[in-house]
């Protein structure tokens, strides 16, 4: 049984690691009892690591392009419902935004390849 657990993290002050005595919690937690966490902040020399940086930078990205994505299928699907009732103008805004788009998608998808090879470099 593990006896005590550090899990890093961030709070209002700043990066923070969390010291949990998990006998103490689960004892706690079986008699009703509040549990309190201990917040212990991390000394400035101490850094998240590299890997560690570039995997939330990936999870960033591919989060964003999920969403330009949904919405360039969107806009598509809009466009082709509406191509017959819709103004010129409108139609224009449309065509350009769906072009937008999908260039932002081809350089989110790079910028992701990049963190990627990174990643394998280390």
Known sequence: MVCCSRVSGFALGG??????????????AAFGFDVSLRLLPIAAGDTVSELDRLKEQLVYLRFWQGIMVVTEISLVGWLVSTVDTTTPTLLFFAIVGIVLLGLGIFLLHRQIERRIEQIGRL
């Open 15 to 28: 990066p923070v690691i969390v010291d949990v005595d998990m006998a103490q919690l689960h004892e706690g």
